[in-house]
């Protein structure tokens, strides 16, 4: 399995994005796709999960700010990013679980005030 995620950029302060996240390969359909940050001299965090059948999970950080969304059909994850911050500024980082999880390399975002 395969990750591939694009999307990101430089934005300025309440800005917005559209990050997505395809996945390739044989994948079982009982599967769980999200997104990580790591934002610089820190850990990766969890910012949003979706399962297969729609149901989603947010980090309280970016609740009301952050959806995301797939598309069953394409293995796709999608993550809308409104309101941007500069606490946003980090690389993000697809995933895609089942029976392991596994990771896309990362697309950067950077916030710019």
């Known amino acids: 399995v395969q990750l591939q995620a694009s999307g990101g950029g430089l934005v300025q302060v309440g800005g917005s994005l559209r990050l997505s996240c395809a996945a390739f390969?044989?994948?079982?359909?009982?599967?769980?796709m999200g997104w990580y940050r790591q934002a610089p001299g820190k850990q990766r965090e969890f910012v949003a999960s979706?399962?297969?059948?729609?149901?989603?999970n947010y980090a309280d950080s970016v609740k009301g700010r952050f959806t995301i969304s797939r598309d069953n059909t394409k293995n796709t994850v999608y993550l809308d990013i409104s309101s941007l911050k500069p606490e946003d500024t980090a690389v993000y980082y697809c995933?895609?679980?089942?029976?392991?999880?596994?990771w896309g390399r990362g697309t950067q975002v950077t916030v710019s005030s």
């Open positions: 995933y895609l679980s089942y029976s392991r999880q596994y």
């Open positions: 979706i399962t297969y059948g729609l149901s989603t």
């Open positions: 390969g044989s994948i079982s359909p009982f599967n769980v």
